[in-house]
Nanobody, 120 residues
Framework: QVQLVESGGGLVQPGGSLRLSCAAS????????MGWYRRAPGKQRELVAN???????NYADSVKGRFTISRDNAKNTVYLQMDSLKPEDTAVYYC??????????????WGQGTQVTVSS
């Protein structure tokens, strides 16, 4: 089992910045991909950004140029630096890890979510 713990959400004014962190712990063999998803009120969950073990990153078009994802493989931690935040970025942000065991067995793990609210 792998546990994910997110931190860093909160309330920020439009144009402000926040940094989310997600640390994985437990029986970790290898985490292939770590990423962030979000669910806004009344909308489906969507991918925000993800990053492979080789630091290759993908971003949703809506956050390109404003958000930066990074990863510390030694700490099994992924970060999301969010700049120039907009009210439409308001959502619950979830961390996801794609983990493979030695077997190999690939399984997705999710964090509990952290609220980000962008409002004046």
């Amino acid at each position: 089992q792998v546990q994910l713990v997110e931190s860093g959400g909160g309330l920020v004014q439009p144009g402000g910045s926040l940094r989310l962190s997600c640390a994985a712990s437990g029986s970790i063999f290898k985490i292939l991909v770590m990423g962030w998803y979000r669910r806004a009120p009344g909308k489906q969950r969507e991918l925000v950004a993800n990053i492979g073990s080789g630091s290759n990153a993908n971003y949703a078009d809506s956050v390109k140029g404003r958000f930066t994802i990074s990863r510390d493989n030694a700490k099994n931690t992924v970060y999301l630096q969010m700049d120039s935040l907009k009210p439409e970025d308001t959502a619950v942000y979830y961390c996801k890890a794609v983990h493979t065991s030695r077997a190999p067995e690939i399984r997705d793990y999710w964090g509990q979510g952290t609220q980000v609210t962008v409002s004046s």
